[in-house]
């Protein structure tokens, strides 16, 4: 699987929308961008994935740039619950037991 | 709905003795589960992988006589630390994958286990 970059930790005002990038510039054209998050002593929760449209759903949205290269989650209105670390991760998928390469994440805290 | 749960959400355990964790898809079929580690302060690491019916595929470095996978059913999967040690003390969490209406693919996570061995 390609690999990500995403910084190591970004603040973001409650209220305000939080924008997590991630470059992923190896990435090949049967690979899915897939977000999850991460909060204190819980398992890791599934956010949103896409290939290469952007994609919207009742916690996020996806924006995919044109070449693939890299992508941003946002975050609408970011509340004190967002605050975790979020993990963008490129897949395979089609086959049903791939893996999943977790690399060390943004920790997105949300300031009051 | 794809909801994946644990047992237990925390375990302490002596030094040589052998713990058990279970993980349920509650609302779907699993296809296949998934066991990772993680360490304080780092990331998820992959043990391996399960199939329903079928031995598990470990990842390198990972015992698979110490750690004993069993994929029963497409709703359980248990992880076995047998002899466990020390340094064994983690967080272990499952994923499954397989859910109705949702992406077959994206894989669901339970809430963890945390294991302390003394």
């Known amino acids: 699987d390609a690999k990500t970059t995403q910084p190591t930790s970004m603040d973001c005002a409650e209220g305000r929308a939080a924008n997590l990038p991630c470059n992923h510039s190896?990435?090949?054209?049967?690979?899915?961008v897939y977000w999850y998050r991460q909060i204190h002593s819980q398992g890791p929760q599934y956010i949103i994935h896409g290939l290469k449209n952007n994609e919207t759903n009742e916690m996020a949205s996806l924006i995919i740039t044109e070449d693939r290269k890299s992508s941003t989650l946002i975050l609408p209105h970011a509340t004190l619950r967002d605050t975790a670390v979020y993990y963008c991760?490129?897949?395979?998928?089609?086959?049903?037991?791939?893996?999943?390469?977790f690399g060390t994440g943004t920790r997105l805290t949300i300031i009051p | 709905g794809a909801v994946v749960s644990q047992h237990p959400s925390w375990v302490i355990c002596k030094s040589g003795t052998s713990v058990k964790i279970e993980c349920r898809s509650l609302?779907?079929?699993?296809?296949?589960m998934f066991w990772y580690r993680q360490f304080p302060k780092q990331s998820l690491m992959l043990m391996a992988t399960s199939n329903e019916g079928s031995k598990a595929t470990y990842e390198q470095g990972v015992e698979k006589d110490k750690f004993l996978i069993n994929h029963a059913s497409l709703t359980l999967s248990t992880l076995t630390v047998t002899s466990a040690h020390p340094e064994d003390s983690s967080f272990y969490i499952c994923?499954?994958?397989?859910?109705?209406?949702?992406?077959?693919?994206?894989?669901?996570f339970g809430p963890g286990t945390r294991l302390l061995v003394l």
């Open positions: 190896t990435i090949s054209g049967n690979e899915y």
């Open positions: 609302d779907f079929q699993a296809t296949t």
């Open positions: 994923s499954a994958t397989g859910g109705w209406g949702t992406d077959a693919e994206t894989q669901y």
């Open positions: 991760i490129v897949r395979v998928v089609g086959f049903g037991n791939e893996k999943l390469t």
